[in-house]
């Protein structure tokens, strides 16, 4: 059993900055990929960020330059900085991981841009 837990939405205002964290816990052995995802009623959910356990990673076009993906192995933590946020960002923000081949979710945060 994967818990994830994500927390640092809100509401913000356009060229703020938010950071969201995701908590990792339960029977961790290997994960391969952690990421973060979208999604906005009506859409697809999307891939914004991912990074490997070699520390590779990988951004959606929308957001390059503006947000940042790191992790903390020994806190189980991801984290996504977000700066520069646009309306177009406004969304519910989902935590991800990759383990055993097993895709986990959290239950996602909302980040609302608007002035």
């Known amino acids: 059993q994967v818990q994830l837990v994500e927390s640092g939405g809100g509401l913000v205002q356009p060229g703020g900055s938010l950071r969201l964290s995701c908590a990792v816990s339960?029977?961790?052995?290997?994960?391969?990929?952690r990421g973060w995802y979208r999604q906005v009623p009506g859409k697809q959910r999307e891939l914004v960020a991912t990074i490997l356990s070699s520390g590779t990673t990988n951004y959606a076009n929308s957001v390059k330059g503006r947000f940042t993906i790191s992790r903390d192995i020994a806190k189980n933590t991801v984290y996504l900085q977000m700066n520069s946020l646009k309306p177009e960002d406004t969304a519910v923000y989902y935590c991800?991981?990759?383990?055993?081949?097993?895709?986990?979710w959290g239950k996602g945060t909302l980040v609302t841009v608007s002035s």
């Open positions: 991800n991981i990759l383990q055993g081949g097993l895709n986990y």
């Open positions: 339960g029977s961790i052995f290997s994960i391969s990929t």
